[in-house]
């Protein structure tokens, strides 16, 4: 395996991890999601997250715990703007 010293914006980046979290549910990264998509929800259409409460975890059958940690990694990493981390939460 070759890992990059660097990571750039627009590299693809792949992380495979299963788990158990606080809840007990089982978060799962294996399902192949690309940086690409998900960048697009949140650049072109960040009401999305809000509208159907993803972001949400009172009561929500549809709360997903790794939606807001994918979205702090694309800010971390360079491939949203503030502005852009910002309107999802807005």
């Not at 693809?12 to 960048?39: L, Y």
């Not at 549809?62 to 994918?70: E, L, N, V």
């Amino acid at each position: 395996m070759n890992i990059p010293e660097k990571i750039s914006k627009k590299d693809f980046i792949e992380i495979a991890f299963t788990a158990r979290i606080k809840d007990g549910k089982i978060f799962d990264s294996n399902i192949k999601e690309d940086i690409a998509t998900f960048r697009e929800a949140v650049v072109s259409n960040p009401g999305f997250f809000k509208r159907f409460r993803l972001l949400d975890s009172e009561n929500n059958p549809y709360y997903f715990s790794a939606y807001k940690k994918k979205i702090d990694l694309l800010l971390k990493y360079g491939f949203i703007t503030q502005a852009e981390y910002g309107a999802v939460f807005e």
